[in-house]
C-alpha cells in the first residue's frame, strides 16, 4: 500500500513537502507518481520519478516542484516551492510497473489515499 503524509495549510508563496511510504509488497522496477485533483476538476499528473531515477513533470510545476525516491526507506517525496493558489487539490501518489504504459498517464494501479494541500492567497 501506499501512505502519503506532509499536506496542510500553506500561504502562496510557500514550501512543503509530501512523502509516500511504500509497504506491503515489493516496489522494485515500479515507477512513482504523484497527481493532484482539485475541486471539481479532473485528477492531472504532476510528477513522476522512474525505477532508475529519471524524472518527469508537468509544465505547470517545472522548476518548482522537485520529486525524489529513497530505495532503502520505500519513500517517494514531492518537495513543492513557491506554492500557487491554484496548487490547492488532494495529491495522490501511485505507483505503476516501470515497462508498461508512460509516466505522465499510466497505467498507475496502486494508488495512496491522498493528502490534502491547501494554499491560501
Known amino acids: 500500500q501506499l501512505v502519503e503524509s506532509g499536506g496542510g495549510l500553506v500561504q502562496a508563496g510557500g514550501s512543503l513537502r509530501l512523502s509516500c511510504a511504500a509497504s506491503g509488497r515489493s516496489f522494485s522496477t515500479y515507477a512513482m507518481g504523484w497527481f493532484r485533483q482539485a475541486p471539481g476538476k479532473e485528477r492531472e499528473f504532476v510528477a513522476a520519478v522512474s525505477w532508475s531515477g529519471i524524472t518527469y513533470y508537468a509544465d505547470s510545476v517545472k522548476g518548482r516542484f522537485t520529486i525524489s525516491r529513497d530505495k532503502a526507506k520505500s519513500t517517494v517525496y514531492l518537495q513543492m516551492n513557491s506554492l500557487k493558489s491554484e496548487g490547492t487539490a488532494v495529491y495522490y501518489c501511485?505507483?505503476?510497473?516501470?515497462?508498461?504504459?508512460?509516466?505522465?498517464?499510466?497505467?498507475?494501479?496502486?494508488w495512496g489515499q491522498g493528502t490534502q494541500v491547501t494554499v491560501s492567497s
Open positions: 501511485a505507483a505503476k510497473w516501470e515497462f508498461r504504459g508512460n509516466f505522465n498517464s499510466g497505467p498507475y494501479d496502486v
